[in-house]
């Protein structure tokens, strides 16, 4: 197969290109070459795809399957897909986001998607980007677009910083604030069964879109936690407390505690997406203790999380020692 990949240095991005490698595959890169380089054996094209011209070395191309995963405005999906119609089939990494609110618990690809166009040149809005994205590739390419529908992503490489910040923490040790309930089902996949599913089913003709996320509770706030804690070999002491005290003291579920997502919240159908169209035609997702444990040997390695090679992330991920403390003492947990 030959693949092309839009990107390609980010998140996701490297992912798909590492299992395109991986399958012996031939590989092509494109982006503007600003952020990192390609894997051995993987050409690079330079271009700037927001720009007059700047898809032109695109020319006289000639691909099996394109990758993008896009989340600015949506023209340049569309411009791209022009460009690369030749292609056999486009796939476009999109998101769980696109979901107009509010979102019923059990969500299946027939729930409403947000009002978007194909031709937006505006970036202002993540659901709207996405669902333009979508639009985008489903006009030019049809049947032959697969729009994969992510939910949490988590995993080696993970540049938002989510399951890093927990590793951090939980590696400092003492007392840490953990969000109940215990038994919360967490919803997520890990990047590399992201990249498996979509060079699998790009590879085979499929399209149409696909909530691409574990089912809900492939595992819970717990058994996450007490991974982190034995990848970590960590002497920390996860210290549960309800969701009230926590959420009463303006603590952010998603960005101030990672992951998290408490019964009740405006954004809790996130983690109950129903995904058995995406496992019926082959998603598959690996244990926690896999995406926990290879995610701190590659941050241990790193160092610290990657800056993210698109749009920047707009809120602090995790939170603040002294806040967590005070939490610790009001609720006697220490």
Known sequence: MRLLMLGGTG???SAIVAEGVRRGWTVTMFNRGVHGDPP???HRLRGDRTAPDGLAALAGGDWDLVVDTWDGM???VRDAARALRSAGHYAYVSSCSVYAMPVPAGAGEEATVVEAASDDPRDDDYARCKAGGERAATEVFGERALLLRAGLILGPGEDV???PWWLRRVARGGDVLAPGPADLPVQYVDVRDLAAFALDRAAEGV????NVVS???HSTMGELLSEVVATTGSDARLRWTD?????AAGVEPWNDLPVWIPPGHEYRWLQELDVERAYAAGLTCRPVAGTVGDTWRWLDRVGTVPPRAGRPVRATIGLDPAREAALLAAAGRT
């Open 11 to 13: 998140f996701v991005g």
């Open 40 to 42: 051995p054996g993987v």
């Open 74 to 76: 949506p023209r340049a």
């Open 161 to 163: 910083g989510r399951l």
């Open 207 to 210: 399209g149409g879109a696909f």
């Open 215 to 217: 089912r809900p509770g």
């Open 243 to 247: 969701p009230e005290p926590i959420l």
